[in-house]
């Protein structure tokens, strides 16, 4: 069975700087897709950014990006110039490929944005 | 924009009531899912549907049922509340599989 780690329960940047968070998975599929989710206190949970395991190619959102090192079965994200609306819990999934499959969320790093 | 509707934001009941929490999608999206989510654990996926009365369990789908007579719709029933139900419970809705999944606002109920 596939697994998400995050292995950061809570991480702090300070504005304007730049904050990293991680993610690995467990999978034996070659064939799949990686998600990072922001959820704002108290606000929907929204996609930030997502990548296809068969592009090499790492995905960019504006101040957000990935690394994805498909050997490692790594997936960490990257949020520059970090902004006090930053401030939220993030997830990291995964999804198998093909027509069904559903989303595997890792437990959550909570990001905190120090003006 | 998709808009994915939850009935309640709060909602209290008592041990052994039945519940109904109600989700509402506008984008005619085939798939709908019901999540719950706790502290430290993350969202754990209780149970979805590809189509219109079709339903699959998820991983933890003991102690829910659920309904999906229309397209846009897609409910989560608790048949006889517990207090280990205490959850915020999040619905989803996506195109297809492999697209990205909508959330609603989140139910966040109660238990006593």
């Known amino acids: 069975a596939q697994t998400v780690t995050q292995s950061q329960p809570e991480m702090s940047v300070q504005e304007a700087e730049t904050v990293t968070l991680s993610c690995t998975y467990d999978?034996?599929?070659?064939?799949?897709?990686l998600f990072w989710y922001k959820q704002p206190p108290s606000r929907q949970m929204i996609l930030v950014i997502r990548?296809?395991?068969?592009?090499?190619q790492n995905a960019t959102e504006n101040r957000f990006s990935v690394n994805f090192q498909k050997a490692a079965k790594s997936f960490s994200l990257k949020i520059s110039d970090s902004q006090l609306g930053d401030a939220a819990m993030y997830f990291c999934a995964y999804r198998n490929g093909g027509s069904q499959g559903n989303l595997i969320f890792g437990k959550g790093t909570k990001l905190s944005v120090k003006p | 924009d998709v808009k994915v509707t939850q009935s309640s934001r709060y909602l209290v009941k008592r041990t052994g009531e039945k519940v109904f929490l109600e989700c509402v999608q506008d984008m005619d999206h085939e798939n709908m899912f019901w999540y719950r989510q706790d502290p430290g654990l993350g969202l754990r996926l209780i149970y979805f549907s590809y189509d219109v009365k079709m339903k699959e369990k998820g991983d933890i789908p003991e102690g829910y049922s659920v309904s999906r007579e229309k397209k846009e719709r897609f409910s989560l029933i608790l048949e006889s509340a517990s207090t280990n139900q205490t959850s915020m419970y999040l619905c989803?809705?996506?195109?297809?599989?492999?697209?990205?999944?909508?959330f609603g606002p989140g139910t966040r109920l109660t238990v006593l």
């Open positions: 989803a809705s996506s195109l297809l599989p492999s697209n990205e999944q909508f």
């Open positions: 999978t034996s599929e070659s064939d799949y897709y």
């Open positions: 990548q296809e395991a068969y592009k090499q």
